[in-house]
């Protein structure tokens, strides 16, 4: 009876072993392609350090974003809003509020993916997630966005961000800056 099991156990093994398990098998090869692209035309445009500033009358938002190729992110967001108040029949704004922690740095990662959106259409994503450095503060959100992802080259980098211009787009500037409020 030993012998059955041992034979049986080889038998198994041997089975097993030719059946390839030992390459990955991807759920959508199309997708497995296009990530491998998209990545391969823009990650050496994307790598580098961007920025962007907004000034509104309501709002003002300077962000900073570093992204290494080994897919990390490092940041930092300086976001403050006001209010419009009626005092004795005038309007008046509010003094400006921090939106984010004191410093605003966080760290985290980005990646680039092409993916199917709901309706089975291809579009390519930059996810990026980060938590800011103040750990005492629980009332922020983490960083975290999954952007429609359009364009980067040497002096612009463009995806569907939070503040975007009236071309739907948020369009980050190459360079280290400082915010001018």
């Keep these: 009876m030993k012998i059955w099991r041992i034979a049986f156990a080889m038998l198994v093994a041997f089975s097993l072993a030719s059946c ?3 390459e990955p098998q991807r759920a959508d090869t199309e997708a497995h392609e296009k990530t491998e692209q998209l990545r391969t035309q823009y990650t050496p445009f994307i790598v580098g350090t961007w920025h962007i500033e907004r000034i509104g009358d309501k709002q ?9 190729a080994d897919g990390t992110l ?3 967001r300086k ?4 209010q419009v108040v009626t005092i004795d029949g005038q309007e008046q704004y509010t003094d400006w509020e921090n939106m984010t922690p004191t410093n605003g740095a966080f760290t985290g990662t980005w990646m680039l993916i092409w993916e199917r959106n709901e309706k089975g259409v291809g579009e390519n994503r930059l996810f990026l997630y980060g938590e800011y450095d103040e750990t005492d503060i629980v009332t922020y959100l983490p960083y975290s966005t999954r952007a429609l992802f359009n364009y980067a080259d040497a002096t612009t980098l463009r995806f569907a961000g939070y503040w975007q211009d009236s071309d739907g787009w948020t369009i980050y500037e190459r360079g280290e800056a400082e915010p001018s409020f």
């Design 79 to 82: 976001w403050q809003s006001r």
């Design 20 to 22: 390839g398990f030992d």
């Design 60 to 68: 003002r938002v300077f962000e900073q974003l570093t992204f290494n």
């Design 74 to 76: 490092s940041g930092r």
